[in-house]
Every structure is written in structure tokens, then in C-alpha cells.
């Protein structure tokens, strides 16, 4: 099992580009996520899907838009790319049942490190 | 709202003595509490989790910790620290109704040999 795959593992962007950041998880896993994490700020949740066909905004959506393409794949899109959204981006999985009290632990893929110029 | 402090952002200890790694936290209903580490460059990896029952938690690595209610505390503890255990540390919590996990900012271990 690779567990919770991103890529790419480092992209470069000019300000107002796009790009899409994609993860795929082989876990069977139903809910999803999408952090960013920040210097001396921790992880901060950016979208949720708690289920195939779901999403919902987190702490930090604004600039992000995202697409459960199936239960497999989560991916985050920036429309128009701005110096601020600099940081490492991670996406995890849980085996959460909707429904049913959350208490299992997210599993993280690696990360994808994105500066934007 | 829910929220996480790690009141530390380094502890130094040497190889062999006792870690701590202090967590406080701050939520409306009945919490369930991780703690996870990381290692350079890559994702987060789970170590343990509270969730009832008993106040101490084993978990991966040797690593256990104490939820203490009346503080709001879920330190993670380790008896002998290895030199392999320098890492970053993220104590999380999530209300038992939301799928929200909110992390601290993270606590750097180094362990000298």
C-alpha cells in the first residue's frame, strides 16, 4: 500500500498562475483532506470531504478550490496563484464513517512544497 | 471553536533522559486528542490518540500520554529518550461531533547524544 500519494512533491509558480495539486489515497478511505502548513502556525485545515461527492470549507478556503473526482482522489486547485499562498501543502485521509463519532487518526501524504514568486 | 496550545516551541533533552512535550487544549464538548510527529520532509505520521477510558495512552515508539480533564492537558511523555526521536511534535484535538482537528503549532525535540 503507498498510503496517501501527492504530487508534485515541489512546484515554483509566478503570481496568478494556476495549478491543480493532486492526492490519491489506496486506503479506502472516505473522508479527506486538504491542510497547509505554516511556520510556526501548525497545520491549518484548508477543504474537508467528508465523502465521495462532498466538500466543505475549512479555516483557511479563501483562493482554493477543490474536487472529489471519486473516493480515491482529492485534488486542490489555485485559480490565481499569490505570494501568500507559499507554503507546504498536505493532504490526509481518514477512516471516518459519516455518521459516526470521529475519533480515528488522519493519515498524511508528504507534502507539496509551493512557492509562488 | 476549538484550539491547541504547545506552550514550548523547542525541548533539548539528552539521549536516555525523560521527554516531555507539554499540550494544553480548549474545547466546547468532550475532546478526542492525537498526537503526531514528523520528521524532515515528509507527512505527518499518527503516534497515539485519547478517546475514554484510561488517562494514559501507550502509543508508537515507546511514547505514551496523560489526559488530565481539570488542566485540559494531554502531554506526550517518553522515559528514555533516543537520539532518533529529534523531530517536530503536533498535539491535536477535535470535538467528538465535528470533523474539525485542529493542531497546535508544533514543539521541535531535539535529543543530543
Known amino acids: 500500500n503507498a498510503g496517501v500519494t501527492q504530487n508534485p512533491k515541489f512546484q515554483v509558480l509566478k503570481t496568478g498562475q494556476s495549478m491543480t495539486l493532486q492526492c490519491a489515497q489506496d486506503?479506502?478511505?472516505?473522508?479527506m483532506y486538504w491542510y497547509r502548513q505554516d511556520p510556526g502556525m501548525g497545520l491549518r485545515l484548508i477543504y474537508y470531504?467528508?465523502?465521495?461527492?462532498?466538500?466543505d470549507k475549512g479555516e483557511v478556503p479563501n483562493g482554493y478550490n477543490v474536487s472529489r473526482l471519486n473516493k480515491r482522489e482529492f485534488s486542490l486547485r489555485l485559480e490565481s496563484a499569490a505570494p501568500s499562498q507559499t507554503s507546504v501543502y498536505f493532504c490526509?485521509?481518514?477512516?471516518?464513517?459519516?455518521?459516526?463519532?470521529?475519533?480515528?487518526?488522519?493519515?498524511f501524504g508528504n507534502g507539496t512544497r509551493l512557492t509562488v514568486t | 471553536a476549538q484550539s491547541v496550545a504547545q506552550p514550548e516551541d523547542q525541548v533539548n533533552v539528552a539521549e536516555g533522559n525523560p521527554l516531555t512535550v507539554k499540550c494544553t487544549y480548549s474545547?466546547?464538548?468532550?475532546?478526542?486528542l492525537f498526537w503526531y510527529v514528523q520528521y524532515p520532509n515528509r507527512g505527518l505520521q499518527f503516534l497515539l490518540k485519547?478517546?475514554?477510558?484510561?488517562?494514559l495512552v501507550k502509543g508508537s515508539y515507546g511514547f505514551e500520554a496523560e489526559f488530565n480533564k481539570s488542566q485540559t492537558s494531554f502531554h506526550l511523555k517518553k522515559p528514555s529518550a533516543l537520539v532518533s526521536d529529534s523531530a517536530l511534535y503536533f498535539c491535536a484535538v477535535r470535538d467528538r461531533d465535528d470533523y474539525k482537528l485542529s493542531f497546535g503549532a508544533g514543539t521541535t525535540v531535539t535529543v543530543r547524544a
Open positions: 486506503m479506502n478511505h472516505n473522508s
Open positions: 474545547v466546547s464538548g468532550n475532546p478526542y
Open positions: 490526509a485521509s481518514s477512516e471516518q464513517i459519516p455518521g459516526s463519532s470521529y475519533n480515528s487518526p488522519l493519515h
Open positions: 485519547y478517546i475514554t477510558g484510561d488517562n
Open positions: 470531504s467528508a465523502s465521495e461527492g462532498t466538500t
